[in-house]
Antibody
C-alpha cells in the first residue's frame, strides 16, 4: 500500500518562497507521477502541476507557470514543490498525490496536506 | 472558470439516489481521458471515488457509480446515507497534458 507523508505546516511572509516535501513509501517515484493540488480556505481543489518520471520533467498549470518548481529525488522517493513570490492568496492547504502505474493523471494516494499561511 | 462545470450544491434524503453532473466546457477535456471523481469530507483529505470514468478503487462502496453521455459525466450515489454528506469533485486529464478539477459540488443529506 502506498503511503504519502508531507512536511509540516509553514508560515511565510509575502514575497518569500515555500518548499513542501512528500515522502512516498510502498512504491517508487520512478514509476509514479507526483501531483500537487492546493485548496484555499473555503475553496475547491486546484491542480498545480505534476512530475512525470517517464519524461523526467514537470508540467505546470498555467496559473503557476514561472512561480512553481516540482522535483523528485528518486533516491529517497521524496517529491518537492517550491512556490515563490508568495502572496496572501497563496494561503492554502497544499496536497501531494500520486497516480498509479496503470492509471496516470488520477490521484490515488494523497498526503495529509500541508497548511501554508502567507501573512505579514 | 474551470473547464469542468459542476452544480454548486445538490441535496437528497436518506435512501434516495442523487446525481452530480460534470460538463466539459473546453475542448481540452471533451474526450474524458483519465476522468475521475473525488469525495472530500470537511477538514479531510480528498479521496478517489471513481477513475477511468466508471471504475471504483478497492474499498469504495458500490453505491457510487458513474457514467458519461456526450459532453457530460455523472456521479450517482444510491441509497444515500448521512456519511455521504461531503464535497464532490470531478477531474480530467487534458489534451495539453494537464489536469483540471471541476469547481466542486456540496452534497447535503437532508
Amino acid at each position: 500500500q502506498v503511503q504519502v507523508i508531507q512536511s509540516g505546516a509553514d508560515v511565510k511572509k509575502p514575497g518569500a518562497s515555500v518548499r513542501v516535501s512528500c515522502k512516498v513509501s510502498g512504491h517508487t517515484l520512478t514509476e509514479l507521477s507526483m501531483h500537487w493540488v492546493r485548496q484555499a480556505p473555503g475553496k475547491g481543489l486546484e491542480w498545480m502541476g505534476g512530475f512525470d518520471p517517464e519524461e523526467g520533467e514537470a508540467i505546470y498549470a498555467q496559473n503557476f507557470q514561472g512561480r512553481v518548481t516540482m522535483v523528485v529525488d528518486t533516491s529517497t522517493d521524496t517529491a518537492y514543490m517550491e512556490l515563490t513570490s508568495l502572496r496572501s492568496e497563496d494561503t492554502a492547504i497544499y496536497y501531494c498525490a500520486t497516480d498509479s502505474v496503470e492509471v496516470p493523471a488520477t490521484m490515488f494516494y494523497w498526503g495529509q496536506g500541508t497548511l501554508v499561511t502567507v501573512s505579514s | 472558470q474551470s473547464a469542468l462545470t459542476q452544480p454548486a450544491s445538490v441535496s437528497g434524503s436518506p435512501g434516495q439516489s442523487i446525481t452530480i453532473s460534470c460538463t466539459a466546457t473546453s475542448s481540452d477535456v471533451d474526450d474524458y481521458t483519465y476522468f475521475s471523481w473525488y469525495q472530500q469530507h470537511p477538514g479531510k483529505t480528498p479521496k478517489l471515488l471513481i477513475y477511468n470514468v466508471n471504475d471504483r478503487p478497492s474499498g469504495v462502496s458500490s453505491r457510487f457509480s458513474a457514467s458519461k453521455s456526450g459532453d457530460t459525466a455523472s456521479l450517482t450515489i444510491s441509497g444515500l446515507q448521512a456519511e455521504d454528506e461531503a464535497d464532490y469533485y470531478c477531474s480530467s486529464y487534458t489534451r495539453t497534458s494537464t489536469v483540471v478539477f471541476g469547481g466542486g459540488t456540496k452534497l447535503t443529506v437532508l
